[in-house]
């Protein structure tokens, strides 16, 4: 890798981290696990058959995730196409395409809720847990891609002033 930060010049002081790069990827990856707990939760009340419950946690997950998505669409990616990660093997459309994959999810997931409340039979709660699976399986390709490349490629190119504009530009920081 050309760019890659070892064979670089020492910054410039315009250049020292306000938010350090390891810390700007731990706070951007910690997100998920945020959403990991909520979709646990909403999982833990489908196994209890607590639709109700399980909808309302479906919610909160659902808000997080559309907004974490909104602030990397927005916030990060961007950043990540002007500095190149299109020549990556992680190109900016695949994380879009995954962002609306994730969504498309999600969206289908309410609608099979509803119909679990009118209709609560075991084979329509197995076919949710199995449509759930696949989407887990999306969801950690998704993490790992972001934990071992975007977040590190971006760590070490932006500006400790970009890193921390970009913490401060999201709409949902985590809970
Ligand atoms: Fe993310
Ligand atoms: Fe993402």
């Known amino acids: 890798m050309a760019n890659a930060p070892a064979a670089r010049q020492p910054a410039p002081p315009v250049n020292c981290p306000t938010a350090e790069p390891e810390s ?6 910690g ?4 959403l990991d707990l909520h979709f646990f939760r909403h999982q833990q009340a489908l196994l209890d058959r607590d639709i109700e419950r399980a909808t309302a946690h479906l919610a909160a997950y659902t808000t997080r995730l559309f907004d974490h998505i909104h602030d990397e669409n927005t916030h990060v990616l961007p950043l990540y196409q002007q500095l190149g990660g299109d020549r990556t093997d992680a190109p ?3 994380f879009l395409g995954e962002h609306q994959k994730l969504r498309d999810f999600v969206a289908d997931f309410g609608m099979r809720l509803a119909v679990l409340r009118a209709e609560p039979a075991d084979r329509l709660l197995l076919d949710l847990f199995d449509r759930q699976a696949t989407f887990k399986n999306l969801s950690l390709h998704h993490d790992l891609r972001e934990r071992h490349g975007l977040y590190p490629f971006l760590a070490a190119r932006l500006s400790g002033e970009q890193r921390r504009a970009v913490l401060a530009a999201r709409r949902w920081s985590g809970d």
Request: neutral net charge.
């Open 24 to 29: 700007f990827v731990a706070t951007m990856m």
């Open 92 to 94: 900016t459309r695949l």
């Open 31 to 34: 997100l998920h696990e945020h």
